[in-house]
């Protein structure tokens, strides 16, 4: 089976889409099978072949920005690969509910995380300069996000969100785009690095932002996340594996 719009992934991966085409292109992926899979083989095929774009480059063009003035990045970049820029609910928490963030500001992951855990990587990408990079500093209220993951502990389902030192709570994965809804985690494989389709857009408006990779043995929702954090418990959730990264937030 083929689609008309095929044309447009390969468009995307020789760095010649327009940033509107490139917008059509993100949109139709979340519901053309055919696509997505035409996707995944090109992003493969990208990291054996030097002659490919870098995923930085290949984002960037894709969203009428200037090239990035950064240093060739590792293949782990490819996490910003759809820079999709979807907005969510953001959730406002008790200012009373407890929760204290593990680890460090600007941009390092809570000390104690074993090097066999499961753990995720934060990229972003800055609107004004067009840099995609590791997320190893402050980052800005307006930067995209995207994501990649290590599933070293091989758990079945990933939930990335994020709080703010004003009890805010911000979800990246699930998407959480209504407030009637109740979503669940995502499947996620086993192994090594696995990038996450999405860059996700946030109004970041507290001064700091902890970042949660909560890995787990058995899918749960949204809700169940947020009541669990209230009662500065996630890790009673079955298998949890929470890696935490914390950053500064710049205006």
């Not at 204290?100 to 809570?110: C, D, F, L």
């Not at 009890?167 to 994965?173: E, I």
């Not at 947020?226 to 079955?238: G, I, K, S, T, V």
Request: aromatic share 8%; charged share 25%.
């Amino acid at each position: 089976m083929t689609c008309a719009d095929r044309t447009l992934v390969d468009a995307h991966f020789a760095g010649t889409i327009a940033p509107r085409e490139e917008r059509r292109m993100r949109a139709h992926l979340d519901g053309c099978d055919t696509c997505r899979a035409r996707y995944r083989k090109r992003q493969i095929l990208g990291q054996i072949d030097p002659q490919a774009l870098v995923a930085e480059e290949r984002v960037a063009r894709g969203l009428g920005l200037r090239r990035p003035r950064v240093s060739k990045l590792p293949l782990v970049a490819a996490a910003l690969a759809f820079a999709a820029l979807l907005f969510f609910v953001v959730r406002p928490a008790p200012k009373d509910d407890g929760f204290t963030a593990r680890g460090s500001v600007t941009g390092t992951t809570a000390p104690s995380t074993p090097a066999s855990t499961s753990t995720i990587a934060v990229y972003r990408a800055n609107a004004d300069s067009g840099a995609v990079v590791l997320a190893s500093g402050p980052i800005g209220a307006g930067d995209e996000l995207a994501f990649s993951y290590d599933n070293a502990s091989d758990k079945a389902y990933l939930m990335i969100f994020g709080v703010d030192d004003g009890g805010r709570v911000y979800w990246f994965y699930p998407a959480w785009t209504s407030e009637t809804d109740n979503p669940m985690s995502i499947a996620i494989e086993p192994g090594k690095r696995k990038e996450l389709p999405d860059a996700v857009r946030h109004p970041i408006m507290g001064e700091r932002l902890t970042i949660h990779g909560l890995f787990l043995d058995t899918p749960q929702t949204v809700r169940d996340v947020e009541a669990a954090l209230r009662d500065r418990r996630l890790d009673a959730l079955p298998g949890a594996v929470d890696h935490v990264t914390m950053f500064e937030v710049g205006r």
